[in-house]
């Protein structure tokens, strides 16, 4: 059987890779390969951490580091701020070293399985989306809220930040 031809038909279903891939093509793409991501460490003056929650079939519930996987042909800049934007309503500037460079690799998942992820450290230069911030009640994807150490509920794939959030 020949490649090609599935391949060109694949390739036509990707409008602009560079703006991201439609989910089904960027699913197939992570069982493939690993993937590159950026997570964003913000801390203020008290020196809380900011966690977003989220609740997804390949993670679970649970408190997370704001991120996402770098799209092709984007430079880390472009994520960060994409992601501060994206997750947090804000803007930040960040420190071009990363703090930390982790591989994350499920063995027992093949899609969204395995990762090259650099946690960066962010400052916000801009106010959080208030609409979007934890108050009370039930936990909603997408909201977030300063914590003063690591919460019993991270989600488990960022245990590797552990020492950065109780820090």
Not at 53 to 67: K, L, M, Q, T
Not at 110 to 128: D, E, K
Request: with cysteine.
């Amino acid at each position: 059987m020949a490649l090609q031809p599935l391949i060109g038909e694949l390739e036509s279903k990707i409008i602009n890779s560079a703006q991201g891939l439609p989910e089904e093509v960027f699913l197939f793409v992570s069982r493939l390969t690993p993937m590159v991501n950026v997570d964003l460490l913000l801390k203020n003056a008290q020196n809380q951490t900011l966690l977003t929650w989220r609740d997804d079939e390949y993670y679970g519930p649970g408190w997370h580091v704001p991120g996402g996987i770098v799209r092709f042909k984007e430079s880390f800049a472009t994520r960060v701020s994409a992601v501060a934007a994206n997750e947090l309503g804000a803007s930040v500037i960040f420190t071009p070293a990363p703090l930390a460079v982790n591989e994350i690799m499920n063995p027992a998942r093949n899609t969204r399985g395995h990762f090259i992820s650099f946690l960066y450290a962010c400052t916000l230069t801009s106010s959080l989306d208030p609409q979007r911030e934890y108050k009370e009640g039930k936990l909603q994807s997408g909201v977030w809220a300063w914590h003063d150490g690591c919460p019993e509920n991270l989600i488990a794939v960022h245990e590797i930040y552990r020492q950065f959030i109780a820090a």
